[in-house]
């Protein structure tokens, strides 16, 4: 849940991105095209007359294979050249292309840094506000805690005015009591959990609570909600002054 | 976001943040705890009685509350709330009739904050019984309210002197109720009586007197007054302790010339020396194992208490505290000794810890005599100068309660404390 979100828009983004870079390449393309096209190579054809039937048909048809030799040695050099030059053409649209593609991976690769870049600060700036907003529940939490310790202590030591030790009790046996406390103090119920084994002891634990009532509680009803229901555990080990 | 962490945060942790509460009760206060005493009766004053028990036992503070006489007694109409709000723990209601000469007396111990019925009681008792029913009752709220087995129902015995110039000292022994009302002569005599002692059963006393001018132990029957000579030697026949088992009897001679503990079947009446050398023992008092004497003796000097071993006739010194300690016996439970120390010319009444060697001075004014512990091990009571007379006290074993006991003008020595008798 929480990464979806998080990264939904650089994900967008950087699909977009790969979207327009491919469509830069592909218009490079076409212009390159139509370059190679208007710049065709012109080849210049002779035409010859006839003058002397045989001569001229021998020296025609010398001429002719000369011609024709001349002719075809011209068109292989024409067509050498012109594939020289088209092979360098090939050469410098290959060369271009590669050109053109280590630009475009450079700059993708520029994008994908800076996308990386922005996304880690994305994400660290998120981890902080996470950690804030966590080390502010710890602080709430904490205060929280304060305030219930504080009146746990409260709660003991008003307890502990009230409670009257039997003497010559044995100080290893302990009992608990459930304590059921209403808003504001005041004792609802008080259940023995665990008996001790000693009624007298029990008796004084539970006589010592309900004097007590109404307990120190805290005001602020969300934290009261922790002291609705007490377990206590009472452990006779010594006499307060 | 803060609100989708924080629900997070609550699956993670649901203990956190809703399970009960959990706190820790382990100091309290030393006091006594308060009970209510609802008038008994206009015909009677067993609900004083019970009042005062409870009160000067040190365990407890009595409320006196006169109720309404038609409802005090019937549980329906008991007030919890009305009791809860004055902080008062307990509550004994009770009712009186009379029958002929009879009393029929109900009482119910409540528990105010339990809204319970602890005790739940009836008798039918001739009107003469009636202070020994009410210290009874109170044995049983003690009972009930502390765990412990009270001690209003049992006796004290201790020498009564009577001085008048114009007429012979008269020395009596008496024995009263521990709160030293009911106050019976058990011997009167013109010559000095000393030492009384319980037998272990409580059925019998045993004593030093002077009556034939020199000194006798005797035995004697508290029911039927019967008594016996148990030792008539020559010097000193002195200060008798009953075995546990109740078959010897551990006494002072003077066979030789030095004071010297014996123990005495009672089977035969032959005493065994168990002290040997050239000074003076006495006062010995039996462990509650039976299997040693404490006794006082100035062999170190001046004296102080002393440990034998029975089976083996080894000594060894207990007390190490002040210039003078004497009168030791034993707490019920064998781990202490209650002792008469004197320090710097004063003479209190203190309990030393026999596994410590802690020793608790438990009175003041330095002069004082004779303690001797209650059964239960929770009062001592000790022979005190007051208004310049000997007087009968008594204070808790932790000190915190002392009581001055009514008795008859004179001078009261050696209190002696009853084992219980029931």
């Not at chain 2, 026949?237 to 551990?250: C, E, T, Y």
């Amino acid at each position: 849940m929480l990464k979806n979100s998080t990264y939904k828009w650089p994900f967008v983004f950087a699909l977009l991105l790969h979207g327009i870079l491919f469509s830069f390449l592909f218009i490079e393309f076409i212009t390159y095209h139509n370059y190679t096209e208007t710049n065709k190579p012109q080849v210049n054809i002779i035409k010859a007359t006839a003058v002397d039937q045989a001569q001229v048909e021998k020296q025609i048809a010398d001429i002719k294979a000369k011609r024709e030799r001349k002719h075809q040695e011209e068109l292989a050099r024409i067509h050498r050249l012109q594939e020289a030059k088209l092979a360098k053409i090939r050469r410098e649209k290959a060369l271009q292309k590669q050109k053109a593609l280590a630009k475009v991976k450079k700059q993708q690769k520029l994008k994908t840094q800076i996308e990386t870049k922005r996304r880690e600060e994305i994400q660290k700036a998120m981890q902080q506000q996470i950690a804030e907003e966590k080390q502010q529940m710890a602080e709430h939490d904490r205060q929280i805690q304060a305030e219930i310790d504080k009146y746990k202590a409260l709660i003991i030591q008003t307890i502990s005015q009230h409670w009257i030790i039997p003497s010559d009790i044995a100080k290893n046996i302990s009992c608990q009591l459930i304590v059921n406390v209403a808003p504001g103090g005041e004792i609802l119920s008080v259940d023995l959990a665990r008996s001790s084994g000693n009624s007298i002891l029990d008796r004084s634990a539970r006589s010592a609570v309900l004097k007590s009532s109404p307990l120190p509680v805290p005001r602020n009803a969300e934290i009261f909600d922790n002291f609705r229901q007490l377990m206590l555990t009472v452990r006779p080990e010594g006499i307060e002054g | 976001m803060t609100k989708l962490l924080k629900f997070i945060f609550i699956l993670l942790f649901p203990v956190n943040i809703y399970a009960m509460l959990n706190l820790e009760l382990t100091q309290g206060v030393d006091k006594a705890i308060p009970i209510g005493l609802v008038s008994f009766s206009e015909h009677n004053d067993i609900a004083d009685i019970i009042s005062s028990d409870l009160q000067n036992s040190g365990h407890f503070r009595v409320v006196n509350i006169d109720a309404p006489q038609q409802s005090s007694y019937r549980v329906q109409a008991v007030n919890y709330a009305y009791w809860a709000q004055q902080k008062i723990d307990n509550v004994v209601i009770g009712n009186t009739k009379i029958i002929g000469n009879k009393y029929k007396i109900t009482f119910k111990l409540l528990d105010v904050y339990g809204r319970s019925v602890l005790l739940n009681k009836e008798y039918t008792i001739p009107k003469k019984q009636l202070r020994a029913l009410a210290h009874h009752m109170s044995d049983s709220i003690y009972q009930q309210l502390t765990g412990k087995r009270g001690v209003f129902s049992t006796k004290i015995a201790y020498v009564l002197v009577q001085r008048d110039p114009n007429k012979p000292t008269k020395y009596s022994l008496i024995v009263s109720d521990a709160d030293g009302y009911n106050s019976q002569n058990l011997l009167v005599s013109s010559e000095p009586i000393m030492s009384p002692t319980w037998s272990p059963d409580g059925k019998n006393i045993a004593y030093v007197s002077f009556e034939n001018k020199r000194a006798a132990i005797y035995s004697q029957n508290i029911a039927s007054g019967e008594r016996k000579i148990i030792t008539k030697y020559p010097g000193i026949n002195g200060a008798p302790s009953w075995s546990p088992d109740g078959k010897k009897l551990a006494v002072v001679l003077t066979k030789t010339s030095y004071p010297k503990i014996y123990i005495l079947d009672l089977a035969t009446n032959k005493p065994q020396q168990v002290t040997f050398g050239m000074f003076s023992d006495t006062e010995p008092n039996w462990s509650p194992d039976g299997q040693s004497l404490i006794f006082t003796s100035d062999r170190g000097g001046a004296p102080q208490i002393y440990q034998l071993d029975i089976q083996t006739g080894e000594v060894q010194r207990l007390t190490y505290q002040g210039d003078y300690n004497a009168t030791a016996s034993f707490t019920p439970n064998g781990k202490g000794i209650v002792i008469l120390n004197r320090n710097n010319g004063m003479f209190n009444i203190a309990l030393q810890d026999l596994t410590t060697g802690e020793v608790n001075i438990l009175t003041e004014f330095g002069m004082n005599e004779s303690p001797s512990i209650a059964p239960n091990g929770s009062m001592i009571s000790y022979a005190t100068h007051y208004g310049g007379r000997g007087v009968l006290s008594e204070v808790s074993s932790d000190g915190k309660v002392k009581l001055r006991l009514p008795s008859q003008e004179g001078d009261v020595q050696e209190p002696a404390w009853s084992p219980f008798l029931d």
